[in-house]
């Protein structure tokens, strides 16, 4: 048989079984689109802040070095002198040079008192208007703030907050409140992601945001023509003198690309990782449909042997429609990525992320990696099914369609899966006994692997006996049919296993991530009941501004009160008795803070540590520098003084709140720390008088009502707090897993669908002896619901077995109980067994359509 042939053959075949194989298209179509569709979602996020980025920077940007990307931890941004913008402006090369002043420690309410910033994490930026704001923006309405009662903000945040002209705003910076009424409104030329902007005048923003005149945050230069932004930073750096950085502007666009490209590389990689699992699960859908339609079609192979065809031309053919089913999934899955792309981008926009479609890129390499992945996998799942047809016999020609499998390569097959299950069990448990974290995720990580391919080798052996008994506990009652449906489903016990495995993969991950989630939640419950002693926790965004503090200590005076805690964390550089330098944050706080949070010591009393040029240490960091108590510690306050601070305890490290900390008075800190350089309280406690926890939470609450991103929690409410986070992240991976899910539940179908096609006669048998359409749908949903409940049993065993292991090694970071979530994991139980009826409506329904005379005369 000519190669012409072979590929003749292929296309007949393949447009022939069309119907046949359109679920696995979709499901290399789905995966495909998750993937171009990550792919082209993270690029168009790149390419907008990009264009933002390159916007708003100048040609050169003259900065403090100490600024940070993410502010200052005082609470005011970091500044340079007045005096150093007229150096500037008389560099050569320079056209233009003028002072910007910008804070993102700030907070904005209207007349409401809701804040005015973005709920998805972008920030609050205010800051003066200037000549390089036109490069980004344009003044839609009204004009430039013009004095202290006067700010402008921009559009997009005026929309969505539905301010307008003449509306009353309230800053709360380190500095204190200030009010200013809405004079204008700028526009943004590029896309802005979510930020909220508002514009003061330069004086009061250097008056309000940074507290002092004649300073700016940055001094935005211009280049005259025909000179470069390099030749410009060059002349400009050598007419200044100090501690600062000098940017071009690609420089400071690829320093703001940089701090956002690390946050899109874990939104990129953990989404393609979902859809690396949805690929995986279609692999299965793939094998089965071709391991089916090899079966089916046995006689006709047989007749192709038997006329010449080799076994190279059989495999060949296979893999040739498994080519076309790869290219065609693929192609639409590009497309089909471009939209759900954009689908992201307006959930991101209803969500509060503006992303516009103008910004939509589509990168070259997108479509290759989609195409080339979706080829390559179903050319991949397809082999093993084409070595099968390839070693059909021509004597199979006499025989009927879909011969017994090969009992010697099941036997083996079966070895090889418990071998590997026992090796990934001994590694599960191997894992469970590391002293350190870092250890036992490398045995958990080969446990995981092993596990699971082994449950997928040794699938066909487990389904013989899991499904009967699934089968006695749920199939009997429905009599001959359900003896029926449970013969089915043992009939084929390989294709049972690769249609359940499937399933397995996505809940097993389900169950895995269910127990770890419950498991932080329920040790960070147990640990906050027995470390936490204050009653109320209170935090702010990006820490508490200075008069929330004072607030929250004058409520700590109405006498429902015992006392309230302040918490501030000073960067440090450490210097052992032998020599070692380490870069250190200190916990520098009020001595009730011993009663707050309750710590152990493995030696010394921790209320020592609050003493007068006192210090603790944890006692991983004890033992790494051989410290004990009584030793000194060189202390470098960053932008401080030199301290030499005695080790008055050592704290035990086996706890998850705080754990490596080191502690200082907030006195001691302040002795040798300007007080302009103490940071902002990064937290608060307090503890209620006898009794009086209601009136004291009230107190604490009304204390600080006019600032909406400080909240006083109690421990329920901080517990509950926890559980939210925890909750929230899990419903994220749960939704990326739908995808898997999907795609097992198409695989579920597709072998019920592709069943009632191979049992065509013995349907139309059955049903000519008297079985009723009734019967004959109620046993392929059964059989559907024995399939799902054995992927759902596999899995869920499989995956709380994973997080229970995961567990023992959040044990050793302070996570120590476990807790399996019964209700999560009966939930998804019982909704496989849905999934299963869900799955087998439609080859249920065809079945029941059958006309029992044609039938019957089907070969």
């Known amino acids: 048989m000519s190669a012409n042939t072979v590929m003749k053959t292929s296309l007949r075949n393949f447009f022939a079984h069309k119907g046949r194989m359109a679920l696995s298209a979709v499901a290399v179509l789905l995966s ?107 003044i839609t309405s009204g004009h430039a703030p013009r004095g202290p009662t006067e700010v402008m903000v921009d559009s997009d945040t005026a929309k969505k907050h539905h301010l307008k002209m003449g509306d009353e705003l309230r800053t709360i910076a380190a500095t204190g409140d200030f009010r200013a009424k809405i004079v204008g409104i700028a526009s943004f030329k590029v896309t802005n992601p ?137 192609v639409i899955g590009v497309g089909a990525g471009v939209g759900l792309a954009v689908g992201l981008m307006k959930m991101m926009s209803a969500a509060g992320m503006d992303l516009s479609t103008d910004d939509l890129t589509v990168q070259w390499t997108t479509p290759v990696v989609g195409l080339l992945l979706g080829i390559v996998v179903t050319v991949f799942a397809a082999y093993v099914p084409a070595r099968r047809a390839g070693k059909v016999s021509p004597m ?35 894992a469970t006994q590391a002293a350190e974290a870092s250890e036992g995720s490398l045995w958990l990580g080969v446990g995981i692997v092993a596990t699971l391919i082994g449950f997928v080798v040794v699938g066909p052996l487990l389904a013989g006996g899991v499904v009967r008994v699934i089968s006695a506990v749920l199939l009997r009652m429905f009599g001959s049919v359900g003896r029926m449906a449970e013969r089915n489903a043992l009939r084929n016990p390989r294709r049972t296993g690769a249609t359940g495995a499937a399933l397995m993969i996505g809940l097993a991950l389900v169950a895995c991530l269910s127990v770890v989630g419950s498991s932080m939640v329920a040790s960070a419950t147990s640990e906050l009941d027995r470390s936490v002693g204050a009653d109320f926790i209170i935090e702010g965004q990006n820490g508490l501004k200075p008069q929330a503090a004072e607030a929250l200590k004058k409520a700590g005076e109405s006498g429902y009160v015992s006392h309230v805690t302040e918490v501030k964390y000073v960067k440090t550089e450490l210097t052992t008795p032998g020599g070692t330098k380490e870069d250190e944050e200190l916990v520098a706080a009020t001595p009730t803070y011993a009663q707050d949070l309750r710590r152990e010591t493995t030696a010394g009393e921790l209320s020592a540590a609050y003493g ?73 406690f307090a503890k209620a008088d006898a009794g009086k926890a209601d009136q004291a939470y009230k107190a604490l609450k009304s204390s600080v009502a006019s600032d909406p991103t400080v909240h006083v929690k109690d421990q329920t409410d901080y517990k509950q707090t926890l559980k939210d986070q925890i909750g929230q992240l899990l419903n994220m991976i749960y939704g990326l897993l739908a995808l898997a899910i999907i795609v097992a539940v198409l695989g579920v179908v597709n072998t019920l669908a592709l069943s009632v096609v191979e049992r065509t006669r013995e349907i139309g048998l059955m049903r000519a002896i008297g079985l009723s359409r009734r019967q004959l749908r109620r046993m392929i949903r059964l059989e559907s619901v024995v399939i799902a409940l054995f992927g759902a049993l596999l899995g869920l065993g499989l995956g709380m077995g994973w997080g229970a292991t995961a567990q023992k090694l959040l044990a050793l970071e302070g996570l120590d109980v476990l807790e399996i979530p019964w209700p999560t994991i009966i939930g998804v139980f019982v909704g496989s067994a849905f999934v299963g009826l869900f799955a087998a409506l439609i080859p249920a329904f065809r079945a029941g359509r059958m006309n029992v005379l044609n039938a019957i005369a089907t070969e």
């Open 32 to 138: 495909v689109a998750f993937v171009c569709g990550t792919l082209v979602f993270t690029d168009t996020m790149d390419t907008t802040f990009d264009k933002l980025f390159a916007a708003t920077s100048s040609d050169v940007t003259v900065s403090p070095k100490a600024a940070k990307s993410d502010g200052s931890d005082t609470g005011r941004p970091e500044s340079l002198p007045a005096s150093a913008l007229t150096q500037v402006e008389r560099a050569d090369g320079v056209k233009s040079a003028e002072g910007a002043v910008s804070s993102m420690n700030v907070t904005v309410v209207n007349a409401d008192n809701k804040n005015m910033g973005s709920e998805n994490g972008a920030p609050t930026i205010a800051g003066n208007w200037t000549h390089n704001d036109l490069r980004s923006m344009d």
């Open 194 to 330: 979510g930020a909220a902007v508002v514009y003061f005048d330069t004086a009061t923003a250097q008056r309000e945001l940074i507290g002092r005149s004649g300073r700016f945050t940055q001094i935005n230069v211009a280049a005259a023509t025909g000179v470069s932004d390099s030749v410009l930073k060059k002349n400009v750096a050598a007419s200044l003198d100090g501690p600062y950085k000098f940017q071009t502007q690609k420089e400071a666009a690829d320093a703001n690309r940089k701090d956002v490209g690390e946050f899109m590389d874990v939104i990129k990689y953990a989404m393609l990782g979902f859809a690396g699992i949805a690929f995986l699960v279609g692999i299965f859908l793939i094998i089965n449909t071709f391991s089916m339609l090899v079966a089916q079609r046995t006689r006709e192979i047989g007749l192709m042997r038997a006329i010449g065809s080799s076994r190279k031309q059989v495999n060949r053919s296979v893999l040739v429609e498994a080519l076309l089913l790869g290219v065609f999934g693929s």
């Open 396 to 430: 199979a020609a006499l025989r009927d369609a879909g011969t017994p499998a090969d009992v010697k390569a099941g036997l083996v097959r079966a070895l090889i899966g418990l071998v590997l299950t026992g090796g990934g069990g001994f590694a599960l448990y191997t």
């Open 612 to 684: 007068k040029n006192a210090m603790s240490v944890g006692s991983e960091f004890a033992e790494k520098n051989h410290l004990k108590v009584g030793d000194t510690m060189n202390v470098a306050f960053e932008r401080g003084r030199t301290a030499d601070l005695k080790i008055a305890a050592i704290t035990s490290d086996d706890t998850t709140f705080d754990k490596g900390a080191m502690y200082i008075n907030l006195t001691t800190a302040k002795q040798y720390l300007p007080a302009d350089r103490l940071p902002l309280n990064g937290m608060m």
